[in-house]
Each structure stands twice: as C-alpha cells, then as structure tokens.
C-alpha cells in the first residue's frame, strides 16, 4: 500500500470508533506509523480527507447506480451486475456503514439520497416537483439504504442478485411508468 492508502486506512479504523471532531492529525499519524508532517503532503486536515473520501465513493455510486436502477426498471437483471455491486460494496460498504453511523457525516448521506434521487428522477423519468413522487423516491431511498445496510451485516445468508429480485416489485410497484 502507499503511504497515502495506510493513512486513509488508519483514518477509517480511527474513525469508526470516535468522532471527526475528536480524531487529531497526530493520533491518526502514530496510527498509521508516518511523521505527522506526512499527512500535509495529502490532505490540508482531517475535514479535507473525509471530503476526499466522500466524493471517491460519491464518483463510484454514481458510476453504477443508473446501471442497477436500469436493471430495476426493466425488470431483469444485466449480466454482471452482482460482481460489480459485490465489488463496490466489498470496497465501500464498511466506510458507507461508518458514515452512516453513530458518527457519521449527516451531509454525506444527504449527498447520497441526493445522487440517488437525481439518477432515479433521470432513469424512470419522474417528475421533481412533485409532492407524491418525491415521498415516494423519499421513501425508497431510506428503504434501500436500510436494506443495504442489513444485506452487508448479513451478507452470508442473502445474495446481491436475490436481495435485488425483492426489490425489483418493490420499485416497480412505487414507480410505475404510466
């Protein structure tokens, strides 16, 4: 790994355990067994390697997601999808769990309902300014995430390609095209 990828990782461990506000440059150096000044080289402070965290799962999410929401809304699964929702999760999910958590970063999620709303709107064609639509969306994102959630913690008994063969009525059900 680089030096970079060891101070990222160190933040992680750090940060599933204590709050932002609480985690010091030092504390995460000593961790990750770099000289303080190391960290500068990458990040301006703890804030600016969040948001760069972030964004680098914001960029994937919105590489994939209208992939799966197309195979969502015409009602079949495409070739691949699990392997590559396996991979973005394996990758992900543990830092999306932390962000999510106890304390995670109230911004980051609303980031993410955001993007998920915005391809959602794109790919089903749902109007934005609409109060019904914007429940509904409202509600299948926070379902989803829910969901997502306990698929990961419980990844040994359901796989992706099941959990989205539930989904799929689901959606389909909230989002019919007219």
């Known amino acids: 790994m680089t030096t970079k990828e060891n101070i990222?990782?160190?933040f992680w461990k750090?940060?599933?355990h204590k709050p932002l506000?609480?985690?010091t440059i030092q504390e995460l150096m000593d961790k990750a067994g770099y000289h303080r000044s190391?960290?500068?080289v990458y990040f301006k402070d703890i804030y600016d390697l969040l948001e760069q965290e972030e964004n680098d799962i914001i960029d994937k999410l919105n590489e994939i997601l209208p992939y799966i929401f197309y195979s969502i809304k015409n009602n079949h699964i495409l070739p691949n999808i699990d392997t590559k929702i396996y991979n973005l999760f394996k990758e992900n999910f543990p830092k999306v769990n932390i962000l999510f958590g106890i304390h995670g970063d109230l911004s980051f999620i609303f980031?993410?309902?955001k993007l998920f709303a915005k391809i959602l709107c794109d790919i089903m064609q749902l109007p934005?300014?609409?109060?019904?639509t914007?429940?509904?969306i409202e509600f299948f994102i926070n379902g989803h995430f829910s969901a997502l959630l306990y698929l990961y913690k419980h990844s040994n008994k359901i796989n992706l390609v099941d959990y989205l063969k539930i989904i799929i009525p689901i959606f389909n059900t909230l989002f019919k095209q007219k």
């Open 8 to 10: 990222i990782e160190a």
């Open 14 to 16: 750090i940060y599933a």
């Open 21 to 23: 506000e609480k985690i």
């Open 38 to 40: 190391v960290f500068y």
């Open 111 to 113: 980031k993410v309902k």
């Open 128 to 132: 934005t300014n609409d109060y019904k």
């Open 134 to 136: 914007n429940l509904a």
